[in-house]
């Protein structure tokens, strides 16, 4: 059965339904995979065979009395650490939340396992899901299985790391600063990060939160482009509240590659990228044009580079201030009061983010409104944008400061955290993008494009991506595995 461990979910989830093999055969067969592979790749870090064992059996017989509950039935799955799923720990990767076990499942947990999946494990995190590598001092390091002395991505590294060493069906992850796209790129998986809020994200959060988060969405990981948009519809729409007056009802994606107009962002003076990744924008991009595609490489939203990522940063910074300790916080209090008043670089602004006022929130959250309604308009006449989500392909682990961190870019150093400058285009103004894997670089690592779209154009960059896999740019299982 070997051939099953990189099948996209969608395949077993039709095989599953043809009875070509059951749930519990697979699910055996992914317990064989992950004691074999996950030692050395630390991608799975919680497991729950003996629950998952009874769903999968469960699934079994409602296949064999012809009762099917979504197009997950049957297909096992691993999960974020973060995620609230019953009896198990969510930790966020800090120590003071060690003990944190989950009393219910998440709502998104809940609605995936209506779908049919079987949930038998949880995948590595980041620190409170702060980082581009997937370490903690709980669970330890997550490696990358195209190359284990470099990172799978951050935070949803484990879940990344898992997909591409077929020990798992699907994945499903979260999203603030590139948290899906960064790992999917990294490990040669589609991700899609969705519309903000239009996946309710209740149950992934720390332990009492209900409030949505600022910028912060969930979303799913895959092998298959069909697998994201599966579990991106069966995650979707209202919660308990909203759904007394609110229904989604997202457009269709019904054009062909020679209607699209799309817009090309190959590379930008604020965070140059490496050639080999711009030159995977630009190959994406020609794949398009050959079938007919209108491509812009000078279309941009009315706004700098500068003036977006500086305002992103803002609303970052804020948000994740809000997560971490008190002792933290005022640490952070402190430094912003040393500041120079007249100090108006991106570090300072950082630093005074997350202690904002909600005066100064309010503002910024202003200037983001802005951006939105620019986008709004950009996509009045564009389908689509492409561009990078890192700089460059995954890079070794790196566990000093974050201050002393530095990535090489054509040769140069550039600083560690100036790539979410990519990651915070869409995320900044709510935009829907979907990573499309487009196959290993020079050093046999994977390079992922972001497909961008309109808010609540998720099913375009969806859709995109099926096109474009359906043209070759599809995952590439690692050797060795």
């Known amino acids: 059965m070997t051939e099953f461990a990189f099948e996209s979910a969608a395949s077993l989830a039709r095989r599953l339904r043809a009875k070509e093999i059951s749930s519990v055969e ?3 067969y992914y317990f064989d995979r992950v004691d074999k592979f996950n030692g050395p790749l630390n991608a799975i870090i919680w497991e729950i065979r003996d629950e998952a064992m009874e769903d999968a059996k469960r699934a079994d017989a409602a296949i064999a009395a012809g009762e099917i509950s979504g197009p997950l039935h049957g297909v096992p799955m691993t999960i974020k650490e973060s995620y609230d799923v019953k009896g198990t720990p969510s930790t966020w990767g800090a120590p003071y939340l060690k003990d944190n076990i989950a009393s219910q499942d998440a709502l ?32 330890g390091t997550t490696n990358n299985p195209y190359d284990v002395t470099r990172i799978p991505g951050g935070s949803s590294g484990g879940s990344a790391a898992t997909l591409a060493a077929g020990m798992t069906g699907i994945e499903s992850g979260s999203d603030i600063g590139g948290s899906i796209r960064n790992p999917a790129h990294f490990c040669g998986v589609f991700g899609h990060k969705p519309t903000w809020n239009m996946l309710p994200p209740r149950g992934h ?46 457009p269709e994606f019904e054009k062909q590659a020679s209607d699209l107009k799309v817009a090309v962002w190959r590379d930008d003076e604020m965070a140059p990228v490496d050639n080999s990744v711009s030159a995977r924008v630009d190959a994406v991009a020609e794949v398009l044009q050959s079938e007919g595609a209108q491509l812009d490489y000078d ?21 994740m201030a809000c997560r971490v300790p008190e002792e933290q916080y005022q640490r952070n209090l402190e430094a912003a009061n040393g500041l120079d008043p007249n100090d108006e670089s991106l570090d300072a602004v950082v630093r005074r983010s997350q202690v904002a006022r909600f005066r100064e929130w309010i503002g910024n959250n202003e200037k983001r409104t802005h951006i939105r309604w620019a986008w709004h308009n950009f996509f009045e006449e564009y389908d689509i944008v492409l561009m990078p989500i890192m700089a460059r392909s995954a ?6 400061a974050f201050g002393e961190r530095t990535i090489t870019v054509n040769g140069e150093q550039q600083a560690y955290f100036l790539q979410v400058f990519w990651a915070g285009l869409p995320t900044n103004a709510y ?6 894997p487009t196959g290993l670089d020079d050093e046999g690592l994977p390079i992922g494009v972001q497909v961008v779209g309109p808010e609540y154009g998720d099913l375009t960059t969806l859709g995109v991506a099926r096109l474009l896999e359906k043209q070759g740019f599809t995952f590439t299982p690692p050797a060795g595995y």
Do not use: C, W
Not at 108 to 113: A, D, K, N, Y
Not at 219 to 244: H, K, Q
Not at 395 to 400: E, K, L, Q, T
């Open 395 to 400: 890079f070794p682990h790196d566990h000093r």
């Open 299 to 319: 279309a941009r939203p009315d706004f700098t580079s500068q003036h977006t990522h500086f305002t992103y940063q803002s609303l970052l910074s804020a948000t």
């Open 431 to 436: 935009l829907p993008s979907t990573i499309v």
């Open 26 to 28: 697979l699910l055996s």
């Open 205 to 250: 959060a720390t332990p009492g939160i209900l409030s949505p988060s600022d910028l912060s969405v969930i979303g799913p990981l895959g092998r298959g482009a069909e697998d994201v948009e599966i579990a991106t519809r069966v995650m979707a729409g209202p919660n308990e509240i909203e759904s007394r007056g609110l229904k989604l009802e997202l």
């Open 108 to 139: 998104s947990v809940q609605r995936l396992r209506a779908a049919g999946a079987v949930i038998f494990g949880k995948t590595n995190v980041p620190l409170m899901l702060s980082d581009f590598q997937s370490y903690n001092e709980i669970y």
